[in-house]
């Protein structure tokens, strides 16, 4: 609660950053969106399924900048932290740079509850429990039988350690009493090639990489790892209603500001992507994306955030994995 407090007070300090003179004309030049990654990513085409709306309610471009200066972008987040707090360079702020990776890489140089005024949520994004057709599992309690049967720790696939799809493996141990050995892949093509050949039969993964397989039906789902199930799979059940109540590892994905960032716009940003996320090319696009959409205030970002950043490094804490 107190972390949650923290963040809550650094939006009600921005109402006094500027003076109101300087936040009457918002905006009044163009607006950079920076995603610190590369282009192409599920992280790109969030922010720009919203940019181009935004720049039509706001009158000026929204324009998106990818910034991939390392570090699972943490490098590029502490950029636009240390930067101006005027509203004209805004954070596509998701799950790695907010909540895993400043438990992953040795002083990324911000605090995510400090040095950021959250604007509000564009999605979340559920991870797919996938296994190779040539398994019998039926459901997760099936996986589970197997995995508490077996006599060595049971391999599960992942793309990379430290992503959500590794934790998500790792929650599913922690929580089903199973040992699991991660085998990370170097990204998620590489794990879905070899689902797809057989050579491990049980992997976590996104729903973007995850489809075409899945429409091939070369490769099977058993759950997808959010607590509501998927707009994409609506038939799919849940990890949380196959035996293991409350499990949840999604991917999130918002737009935040440096911290002191003028409440007025902070508020003013806030009601536009709520706005745009309300309309029905918005949410086709996202949903094709397999996430669902997630209209907040920035009270409630903030608080989304707190809890993502609480579990994430409680859980990478108790395996021991150490800051690169």
């Known amino acids: 609660m107190l972390r949650v407090a923290r963040c809550l007070l650094s939006l009600a300090l921005t109402a006094v950053a500027l003076p109101v003179h300087a936040q009457s004309g918002y905006p009044n030049k163009p607006i950079t969106l920076v995603v610190p990654l590369p282009p192409g990513g599920t992280n790109d085409i969030m922010a720009r399924a919203v940019a181009d709306k935004m720049s039509a309610a706001l009158g000026q471009q929204v324009v998106v900048e990818n910034r991939a200066s390392?570090?699972?972008?943490?490098?590029?987040?502490?950029?636009?932290?240390?930067?101006?707090?005027?509203?004209?360079?805004?954070?596509?702020?998701?799950?790695?740079?907010?909540?895993?990776?400043?438990?992953?890489?040795?002083?990324?140089?911000?605090?995510?509850?400090?040095?950021?005024?959250?604007?509000?949520?564009?999605?979340?994004?559920?991870?797919?429990?996938?296994?190779?057709?040539s398994v019998t599992y039926r459901n997760v309690g099936d996986l589970v039988a197997d995995m508490r049967a077996s006599k060595e720790p049971f391999q599960v696939g992942t793309p990379g350690v430290s992503t959500v799809n590794h934790l998500a493996a790792v929650l599913l141990g922690q929580q089903a009493g199973v040992k699991l050995q991660s085998i990370p892949y170097k990204g998620s093509q590489p794990l879905i090639t070899d689902l797809v050949g057989g050579h491990i039969k049980v992997g976590f993964n996104p729903i973007p990489v995850s489809r075409g397989a899945l429409e091939g039906k070369l490769i099977r789902a058993l759950a997808a790892t959010s607590l509501k199930r998927s707009s994409t799979f609506p038939d799919l059940p849940t990890i949380a209603e196959s035996g293991l109540p409350g499990f949840d590892a999604v991917l999130t994905y918002g737009i935040a500001a440096p911290a002191g960032t003028p409440r007025p716009i902070v508020d003013r940003l806030n009601k536009v992507l709520r706005d745009v996320l309300a309309t029905d090319e918005v949410k086709r696009r996202l949903i094709q994306e397999g996430a669902e959409p997630t209209p907040t205030t920035p009270e409630e970002h903030a608080a989304i955030i707190d809890r993502e950043e609480t579990k994430w490094s409680a859980l990478i804490k108790s395996i021991g994995l150490k800051p690169q």
Do not use: E
């Open 70 to 133: 390392g570090g699972s972008g943490t490098v590029a987040t502490r950029a636009v932290a240390k930067g101006p707090a005027d509203g004209y360079t805004l954070l596509l702020a998701y799950t790695s740079t907010m909540a895993t990776g400043p438990h992953m890489f040795a002083n990324v140089g911000y605090d995510v509850r400090k040095d950021f005024a959250p604007i509000g949520m564009i999605g979340m994004a559920p991870t797919l429990l996938l296994v190779h057709p």
